[in-house]
């Protein structure tokens, strides 16, 4: 799949404040500076399309990017905001979750994973949250070339058996890198693939 076309449609806190078309929608989420907008960036083409910052925790509202005038890019905030306060914690796990639970237009949420950090408890209680919600996700392992690669393959398989620990089977897995480009056509080409399925 080729992006030629990528606009901002709107912001919300609920599913009720979406922009009105009715569109396939593919979610992006991650801890705190896992590199979420720069990765949207590079998929997209478009260097400013999310803002990117130096200070985790940034995105803290659902943003919708419309593509190609078919699909929604949907860039959600973080998840394991430890510098946040209690209440401002609690406001943004509602956001998440109305998003997660009430979005029937959602054909699959994006996990974005630091590859060069191992799972941390909060990683592994949202994605046992997945499971238990029965919503389909992918992985994208995020900094590829902040490792050499023989470190990533290490490091990656490390995180992929954590996850085995909780789960049967891995779900789709990719490798990227705002950097380089590394994972753009893979994770573009599979987004083509799940348009598809959903149009039969």
Request: glycine share 8%; with cysteine; charged share 25%.
């Amino acid at each position: 799949m080729k992006i030629t076309n990528a606009t901002f449609a709107g912001s919300s806190t609920r599913v009720s404040e979406r922009p009105a078309a009715r569109l396939p929608e593919f979610a992006f989420i991650g801890r705190s500076n896992v590199g979420k907008s720069s990765l949207i960036n590079m998929l997209t083409g478009r260097k400013k399309l999310a803002m990117t910052s130096s200070t985790p925790g940034k995105t803290r509202l659902v943003n919708h990017f419309l593509i190609n005038e078919e699909w929604y890019l949907v860039d959600l905030p973080g998840y394991g905001y430890a510098k946040m306060s209690g209440n401002g914690r609690k406001k943004l796990e509602q956001v998440i979750r109305n998003y997660l639970n009430f979005s029937e237009e959602m054909q699959l949420l994006f996990v974005l994973i630091d590859c060069r950090h191992d799972l941390v408890s909060t990683d592994m209680a949202f994605l046992d949250e997945l499971g238990t919600g029965n919503i389909p996700f992918a992985i994208i392992f995020t900094k590829a070339d902040k490792l050499g690669t023989e470190a990533r393959l290490r490091q990656t398989e490390r995180i992929k058996q954590q996850i085995l620990e909780h789960w049967e089977e891995l779900p789709p897995v990719f490798v990227s890198s705002s950097e380089t480009g590394m994972g753009k056509e893979e994770i573009l080409d599979y987004i083509g693939e799940v348009l598809e399925l959903a149009k039969e």
